[in-house]
């Protein structure tokens, strides 16, 4: 992930769903708490079957940060 990329998008501290950086609240746990130092992604379709969601505790489809503080 380049720098450009990762400064147009900013991580959800609370879920690490990864939003546009214009994002105002989180439509996956309504925070409006986010952080542009995160680091990775990972798309989730299933969380139910994926086992890297397990892992981050996603329970919801969608873009996520590896890394998110
Ligand atoms: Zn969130």
Redesign the pocket.
Known sequence: MSKRVSARFKC?L??K?LLPSQASI?P??K?SEFSTDWSGFVIIFDPETSLIAKTLNIDKPGRYAIKCR
Do not use: H, L, Q
Request: proline share 0%; with cysteine.
């Open positions: 959800c609370k879920c769903a989180c996956n746990c925070s």
